[in-house]
């Protein structure tokens, strides 16, 4: 049970309700329901709607993964949950239930992090992760460069993004161009039959004084909505997937330089990318061709593993049981802002304790203040797209 744990684990920090059944560093089961077809008419995610769709979908799903993992839930040696980032009230879903399951089942519960999840994935898909390894985490919601030395116990903050994070932009601009949401996939398919290096976009913190590691998209997203504004007023024809093309180019661009230099300066030989916006075919391609240049090994896990799913809670659940990082307590509670330095949330009994003999606890005084605070989840709101 030690070095191949069985684990499942539950994910709902926004639209997509995913279980995942995991054995050791072995993808068992990966089901999920998404709500994003209810979400779409709105043009991005409604919380209520998020959260009222994962209570109706969350019993079917748990039984679809045990089904398809042809395991007993009485043969786990774990539950996980995402306990935060992410939606409050979606979290709390998940939160409850796994809760629920783990009490009656006589289950460790083990309350993990969202975006540590999205970097022990990849675990599932090109087994251990080195350590240190270096991530690089972009989606709707977090674009993160991440140093973690060890993923159940220390992940540390390099960069992220100052105002939209990548995955938003993209939904932004498809909104602009009248893509519909979300707009991370059609913009990725459209920007293949058009031109890179149509249109110069800019590219956000890349000077010589700005932050190494921090990224910015909104001026990026304001600078292609006002291009093709323009284009609008003067009668002419939006070449779309020159726009999807060059926009696409501008981000990836920006992702991959500056998380090779992150790989560089921190002398780290492995870059590991995750996060919904990991699945962007040219991002994959472009950060392969900088990596095999640097002379750093890519690790990048299937699309299907890079969206908000069961098995990387699943994953870094395993890890923790085989690890022996204490368990979460029954007060575990989501926390919507709970920050990538908290990868694992023990409980409020377990302030100060921790597996390896360093104090991690999570508890009620850990501080929610720290450099990156503006990473958020995506949320459907009218702010202007040229804020």
């Keep these: 049970m030690a070095d191949e744990p069985l684990v499942l684990g539950i994910e709902t920090s926004c639209d997509e309700t995913g279980v995942g059944v995991v054995r050791g560093t072995t993808l068992l089961a990966d089901a999920v329901a998404s709500s994003v077809d209810e979400h779409a008419r709105f043009g991005g995610v409604v919380p209520e709607v998020a959260s009222r769709a994962h209570l109706e979908a969350m019993v079917p799903t748990i039984e679809r993964a045990l089904k398809e993992a042809g395991v007993s839930a009485r043969d786990l040696d774990g539950i996980a949950v995402t306990a935060g980032p992410g939606l409050a009230g979606a979290l709390l879903v998940g939160v409850s239930a796994a809760k629920a399951y783990a009490y009656a089942l006589g289950k460790p519960l083990y309350g993990v992090n969202h975006l540590a999840s999205h970097i022990c994935v990849d675990q599932l898909e090109h087994g251990p992760l080195p350590e240190p390894t270096m991530a690089l985490l972009v989606s709707g919601g977090h674009s993160s460069l991440l140093l ?20 938003e932009a993209f939904d ?12 991370g996939p059609v913009i990725d398919r ?3 039959e058009g031109d890179p290096k149509a249109i110069s976009f800019p590219r956000g913190l890349t000077g010589p004084r700005d932050p190494a590691y921090d990224f910015s998209f ?18 002419e024809e939006v070449p779309v997937r020159d726009v999807a093309a060059s926009f696409q180019e501008a981000v990836v661009d920006v992702l991959t330089r500056k998380a090779i230099r992150a790989c560089k300066d921190e002398g780290v030989d492995h870059l590991m990318i995750g996060g919904g916006v990991a699945a962007n075919s040219r991002l994959r ?8 240049d640097a002379g750093i090994i890519l690790r990048v896990p299937r699309p ?6 069961g098995a990387m809670v699943a994953a870094l659940g395993a890890e923790m049981v085989k690890r022996n990082r204490p368990a979460s307590d029954w007060d575990l509670s989501a926390d919507s802002s709970l920050p990538v330095t908290d990868p694992h949330v023990p409980g409020t009994s377990h302030d100060g304790e921790h597996g390896d003999g360093h104090g991690h606890g999570h508890g009620h005084g850990h501080s929610h203040s720290h450099s990156h605070s503006h990473d958020h989840v995506h949320e459907l709101s009218k702010d202007n797209l040229y804020s």
């Design 218 to 235: 909104s001026g990026l997203k304001t600078a292609v909505a006002r291009w093709i504004e323009a284009k609008r007023n003067a009668g």
């Design 172 to 183: 932004k601009i498809a909104r602009v161009l009248q893509l519909g949401f979300p707009g």
């Design 285 to 292: 391609s472009l950060a392969q061709e900088r990596c095999d």
């Design 148 to 167: 973690a030395p060890d993923i159940t116990s220390d992940v540390r903050p390099l960069g992220a993004t100052i105002d939209d994070a990548a995955g």
């Design 190 to 192: 459209l920007a293949k």
């Design 304 to 309: 299907k593993l890079c969206t908000d799913n």
